[in-house]
């Protein structure tokens, strides 16, 4: 059973992130998945998203101009060995580096 949601709301970091993670996958090519480490979790947008709630049936947030999925970190120990196997190549943006 698939789960949607949708909401309104677009702060300007989710933005920044959003247009970052769009331009890391132009670079790198369409079988990067970027993640975005956000507290506790992580987070993805567009189809780094679909990627991850196709293979993993995460919860997936539909809005008029992005995708998004999160998942927790101690999930990561299954769906980035199953992401790697699936061919995709991973790209973690961590705290430290969120100076888009």
Not at 14 to 31: C, E, F, H, T, V
Not at 57 to 80: A, L, P, Q, R
């Amino acid at each position: 059973m698939e789960t949607k949601a949708t909401f309104n709301v677009q702060p300007s970091d989710m933005q920044k992130r959003i247009a970052y993670a769009r331009q890391l996958r132009n670079d790198n090519g369409q079988s990067t998945i970027v993640l975005f480490e956000i507290g506790k979790t992580y987070e993805a947008y567009d189809e780094s998203a679909e990627i991850i709630h196709q293979y993993c049936h995460t919860f997936i947030v539909y809005e008029k101009t992005f995708t998004f999925t999160d998942f927790k970190m101690k999930c990561e120990d299954w769906i980035f060995p199953l992401l790697i196997k699936k061919g995709y190549k991973l790209a973690i943006i961590t705290k430290e580096f969120m100076n888009y």
